[in-house]
């Protein structure tokens, strides 16, 4: 598709993404290269996500740790021998949502056929046992030292089933006759003792589809504050983006992008700590295309579209002397406000700043922003 | 007067201004959400320095990888100041910036137009 089509589409998109996250509460969906690096930042940014939100410790302990065990299996399977390069479409994704009064987190990347038959095995192993039978089996292989040269041994997975008090519901997925996708899925109820029944892997299946196709790299839906911002950057610095301009550029809007959110976006619930958003990045080409989406109050709606077509109608130097002359005006100089957020997304992109909004009541509005680089 | 030493963090740069030791200087990253809160002491370390200044020639360095737009502002405060003290003491500004960092290059570029003093742009490797 053009990218002025596929910019266009993504930015009408983002309020019916948004809806249809929001409902959820949180969400985010990484893809890509798993490191160190990114994991930690993935489990920090749930980490304050939880805390904005006021979840109990013991539940944030249990996601936390069952989200250790799923990155790591994910960070040590992604490349699997027998293939050389992981092309872009068999990069891992990692996914957590919150639906149905729990925490759902979903893994997948690439496994070698005929390794599935005995890690079909091992599952069903682990989902026939109850907690006591686990924890022994848990003990049994320590004992045994069996563990593989990949440094598991199914221990992560029993982990797994033991702290989420659920079953690990899997599911695989052709990618040619040497691979295909493991998808592992496990859910913590915010109720902690109750079990979640079933789990229709089909929908985190498509969703994969999606952010293939559309080469998103990372979609977050959550409270954005400064440290979830920080989390997201380093998630984005981590990536193993081409050339060391382009990724700067992409770490410069970012930063104006979210922080523009974090203080001038509206919430609907006072007891949040943060500003509902949602993020994502894409790649088209060589192109990035970075979206927002955030409330905003509805009185300052008016404003903000005319600031935001002023700024677009200006080019070259106009640009750059209002950029000055608003640099050194410090009537407009305080904690929310330095007046330059936009004017410096417009000269750093080199490209207009596509928005969209959305009346949500009389209070509230929802805009969605689109910048490409 | 005690020397202002400021730690690097993810979110904030590195500032040292110490006349004892000749540092004058503001490294890292610069994207606090409350800039104008972060700088605070800046303004009053120089302001106290340019009241009765120790020495009568000093170098201000500024080597950012990167800073915010709320952080513009206050660096753009920071060079008035200095710019002011300039009319009592000899201050160079040397503005710091990455081989190929266009953006870095072209702030530095701007800040030196503003102003009326002296003010090296160095491309460092």
Known sequence: MHLEEKSLEQLTNGFKLFEGMQKDNLGYIYRGLFTQNITDSILALTENNLESVGESSKVKKRVFSIMVECLQNVTRHQTPESVEVVEPEQSGIFVIQTKNNAYQITSGNVVEKKAIPHLKQLLEKINGLEKDALKEYYKQILEDGSISDKGGAGLGLIEMARKSGNKLYYDFKDINKEISYFYLHTAISKELEEQ?????????????????????????????????????????????????????????????????????????????????????????????????????????????????????????????????????????????????????????????????????????????????? | MEALFIKATDETPEITLNHVTGEYCISHRSLPENAIGFYAPVFDWIEKFSQNPPVDEISFIFNLEYFNTASAKQIAKVLLMLEKLSEKIDVTVVWKYKKDDVDMMSSGLRFSKLLNMEFEIQEVE
Do not use: W
């Not at chain 1, 709606?301 to 106009?318: C, I, M, R």
């Not at chain 1, 959305?358 to 910048?371: A, L, R, Y």
């Open chain 1, 196 to 373: 979640i029944e079933s789990v229709d892997l089909n929908n985190i299946k498509h969703l994969h589809d999606i952010v293939n196709k559309e080469n998103i790299m990372l979609i977050f839906n959550g409270c954005l504050n400064q440290d979830s911002l920080i989390n997201l950057l380093s998630i984005i610095e981590g990536q193993s983006i081409g050339a060391v301009d382009i990724k700067k550029k992409l770490f410069n809007i970012m930063v104006e992008m979210l922080q523009n959110i974090v203080k001038h976006g509206a919430k609907k619930d006072e007891n949040m700590v943060g500003n509902p958003a949602i993020f994502f990045i894409s790649q088209v080409g060589n192109n990035y295309i970075l979206n927002t989406g955030n409330y905003i109050e509805s009185h300052i709606v008016d404003t903000l579209s005319e600031k935001l077509d002023h700024v677009n109608s200006l080019e070259g130097d106009e640009l750059d002397n209002f950029y000055t002359r608003r640099l050194l005006n410090f009537d407009i100089d305080n904690s929310k406000e330095a007046g330059l957020g936009i004017i410096d997304l417009r000269i750093k992109s080199g490209n207009k700043i596509l928005y969209n909004f959305e009346t949500v009541n009389e209070k509230i509005s929802f805009i969605s922003m689109q910048v490409k680089i």
